[in-house]
Each structure stands twice: as C-alpha cells, then as structure tokens.
C-alpha cells in the first residue's frame, strides 16, 4: 500500500527537468523492488540514485536498471538486507523510497500561450493488481528555473491549476504546489492528476518543439 507519494520536478535551463521521488509503501508481501515510471525515453539512466529507508536506518539498493516490467521507467532493487527487513512482517512493514533522476528534453513551447514554454508531468503509478487501496496523498510541486520570480507570468496546464505558488526561501525558487487525498491508481493512469506549468521562454536556454515525428515515435 501506498500512504504517502511527493514527488518534486525542477524545470531546468538547459531543457530537461529533476525529478525526486519520496514514496511512503507499506509492503504486505514479497517485495524485491520498485519500478517507477519515467516521462519520457529520455531519461538519464546513469543521473539515478535511490536509497530505502527502513525503521530509521537508509540503505542503498542493489541495483538501478532500466525496468524490465515498465515500458518508459526504472527498477530501484533491494538487497538482501532491506529484503529481510521488510518480508512477511504480520501487519505489514513500513518503508520510505527515495529517487532523483534527470529527464532531459522535457521543456516545450507552449502552443496555447505564445512566448511561453512549459512541462506536462504525470505522477507514477502502480498497478492495482500490485497496490492495496488508494495512495493516501499524492503531493506534486514543480520548481520554476532560477531568475524566475513574476509569478503573475506562470501558467498552468489546461483545466489543472496549481493549489498554491509561491516564492521558496529554502531554494530560492518559484514554486507551485498541488495536493490530494486517496488517490487510485487507475485515476492517475488516465492522467487526471497530471501536472504542469508554463513560463516566458526567455528563462529556459533550450526548448523543443512537438512535431510530427515525435508524434510517431
């Protein structure tokens, strides 16, 4: 089960975007790994690190792959020590997954606005088949580029405005903020709680455009 899902995004210069993952699970089963999926094929496999914490104490996995079970996303393995911390606990065992990866060619003209670009994200998800229940909360924000700070010239994606931006003091960043509760999976799969926010082009150095060999690919 999953009682708790954060993920930030930061929008970056050069036209890729961080992500970081902070996922609360409850593990009922045997469970050797989590695969989370990724927003594009671009990814960079080799800016990924995780680690997993259990009953206070942080572990690195054993491995981070490509995953052999989502089309687009990466498998975070556990070692045998989390393995053993986590494994048929009567009740359930509680654990904490950490993931930051970089996504390069995120960052695309915004063709509703024009001189603006902008980010479409999509929260990972897991099958229901493997998840008991909905994610307790589901926390998304997304982290303007740096030299953004009119928040009067930021959008939103269509029909999914932000709960709150706001200047952060701790990153010295725009930030925008949205925020549920129970959450299913397959909700989150059919993209109703995607996110997104747009911004003059003047702040990004690289962007790109949808055409219609992306399209196909």
């Known amino acids: 089960s999953v009682t708790k899902e954060y993920v930030d995004v930061h929008i970056k210069k050069d036209g890729s975007i961080d992500i970081d993952y902070t996922i609360d699970f409850v593990n009922h089963a045997d469970l050797d790994g989590v695969d989370i999926g990724l927003p594009s094929k671009y990814y960079d496999l080799g800016s990924a690190r995780a680690s997993i914490t259990v009953g206070g104490a942080s572990y690195p996995p054993s491995n981070i792959r490509a995953s052999p079970y989502v089309e687009i996303g990466v498998a975070v393995e556990f070692g045998s020590n989390v393995r053993s911390l986590i494994e048929n606990r009567p009740g359930g065992a509680p654990l904490t997954l950490y993931l930051h990866v970089n996504n390069p060619h995120m960052v695309y003209l915004n063709e509703l606005k024009d001189g603006t670009v902008g980010i479409r994200f999509r929260p990972t998800w897991f099958d229901p088949a493997y998840q008991q229940g909905a994610t307790g909360q589901l926390r998304s924000r997304i982290f303007f580029p740096p030299g953004f700070t009119n928040v009067s010239q930021a959008v939103w994606l269509q029909d999914r405005p932000w709960d709150n931006i706001t200047f ?22 059919a993209g109703s709680h995607d996110v997104g926010a747009g911004l003059p ?13 992306e399209a196909l690919g």
């Open 168 to 189: 952060d003091n701790a990153s010295g960043l725009v930030v925008a903020t949205w925020t549920e509760t129970n959450v299913e999976s397959s909700s989150l799969q």
């Open 201 to 213: 082009t003047k702040y990004v150095d690289t962007y790109f455009k949808h055409d219609i060999w």
